[in-house]
Nanobody
Framework: VQLQASGGGLVQAGGSLSLACTASGRTRRTLNTGWFRQAPGKEREFVASISWTGGITRYTNSVKGRFTISRDTANNTVYLQMRDLKPEDTAVYYC???????????????????WGRGTLVTVSS
């Protein structure tokens, strides 16, 4: 399974961006998918996740009400819509997929089996 993250860029504080994560390769079904981010000098942290059914979503507290995760099953793509961006949202954003058949929205890095290469989001003040 390969994951391709896209949509990063430079935006001013208060602006919006939408990230996309597209899965390809040997996947016969939709996968539970999450977004993580890693700021310079910091550990990678959970941002949001969505179950393969789309029925379960989870967010870290700092993005609740500002970020929305969704999926387009037909196109094997998961989106992260980000609004009211803040300088502290600046990071490389990674998408990850969980190979479990259970419909869930994992929170921790160790629960994910596949990782994309990341896309940089920079929010200027």
């Amino acid at each position: 399974v390969q994951l391709q993250a896209s949509g990063g860029g430079l935006v001013q504080a208060g602006g919006s961006l939408s990230l996309a994560c597209t899965a390809s390769g040997r996947t016969r079904r939709t996968l539970n998918t999450g977004w993580f981010r890693q700021a310079p000098g910091k550990e990678r942290e959970f941002v949001a996740s969505i179950s393969w059914t789309g029925g379960i979503t989870r967010y870290t507290n700092s993005v609740k009400g500002r970020f929305t995760i969704s999926r387009d099953t037909a196109n094997n793509t998961v989106y992260l819509q980000m609004r009211d961006l803040k300088p502290e949202d600046t990071a490389v954003y990674y998408c990850a997929a969980d190979g479990s058949a259970v419909s869930r929205a994992p929170l921790t890095l160790r629960e994910y089996d596949y990782w994309g290469r990341g896309t940089l989001v920079t929010v200027s003040s």
